[in-house]
């Protein structure tokens, strides 16, 4: 099974950029949707962005115009560049395979994650 290794987190002030980096290890990445997903404190994790292998990318609304999606199946990576950060992206985030292949899977899979803090 394919492991994700997520990177490129740390402490931002509002308005602020990141780039988060989400590297695969073994050879099946391109196969699948890709999804970064968020879990705050005291809340349910969602996903904010995700990428088919194709290249169509969908967002939560509460991101959209904000976060881009994007993925290199030639360096198994994919990335979410954060634009105009709040403090409500506040979370830990995540990457791994979405859709309904990627949900067969990997199940219930997550890795360590990246912390965003977004604060003055």
């Known amino acids: 099974q394919v492991q994700f290794v997520e990177s490129g987190g740390g402490l931002v002030q509002p308005g602020g950029s990141l780039r988060l980096s989400c590297v695969a290890s073994?050879?099946?990445?391109?196969?699948?949707?890709m999804g970064w997903y968020r879990q705050a404190s005291g809340k349910q994790r969602e996903l904010v962005a995700s990428?088919?292998?194709?290249?169509?990318?969908n967002y939560a609304d509460s991101v959209k115009g904000r976060f881009t999606i994007s993925r290199d199946n030639a360096k198994n990576t994919v990335y979410l560049q954060m634009n105009s950060l709040k403090p409500e992206d506040t979370a830990v985030y995540y990457c791994r395979p979405s859709g309904y292949r990627g949900l067969r899977d990997y199940g219930d899979y997550w890795g360590q994650g990246t912390q965003v803090t977004v604060s003055s």
């Open positions: 990428i088919t292998s194709g290249g169509v990318r």
């Open positions: 073994g050879s099946s990445f391109s196969i699948y949707a």
